[in-house]
């Protein structure tokens, strides 16, 4: 049996926190990697390699886009860390889903912190939907 591989096109984005009611799809995700740089180690005596050892991993900004629209609620969240100082965390749950709308793959993102809002710019030369766009950090995530 092939195992052909997963279509992109075809994904949900979930906030698990009560307070943030988000009523619009998103036309995009990204972000979803980590990474690190190993600390090379010189073992003493031995001058032809040297030890790659792990170094504390980093993930990527998670950033969502989305036509704009009158749902409000991720621009309150941004707002609210910015004006305040005092940040909610929250988690997210992004699914790739098949044709039925099953969950094929999930992640689940840890502990995710609003850092950036922003909104295209207007251009009465062109066509097209305004975009909105949230940057967020987190902790980490797992794939299940």
């Not at 980093?58 to 941004?78: I, M, Q």
Request: hydrophobic share 40%; charged share 10%; aromatic share 12%.
């Amino acid at each position: 049996m092939l195992d052909f591989p997963y279509s992109k096109h075809h994904f949900g984005v979930f906030f698990l926190l009560p307070h943030i009611n988000v009523n619009a799809g998103f036309k995009s995700v990204s972000g979803l990697s980590f990474s690190y740089a190993p600390d090379p180690h010189a073992e003493g005596g031995v001058s032809g390699f040297t030890h790659q050892l792990t170094n504390r991993g980093t993930h990527a900004p998670l950033v969502l886009s989305r036509g704009f629209s009158a749902d409000r609620g991720l621009y309150h969240w941004c707002e609210g860390t910015v004006n305040t100082m005092h940040t909610q965390p929250c988690n997210i749950l992004i699914s790739l889903l098949d044709n039925n709308n099953l969950p094929v793959k999930n992640w689940l993102i840890f502990h995710a912190i609003p850092t950036k809002w922003s909104v295209d710019g207007f251009d009465a030369g062109t066509s097209g939907v305004v975009m909105e766009s949230i940057s967020l950090t987190y902790r980490n995530f797992i794939m299940i």
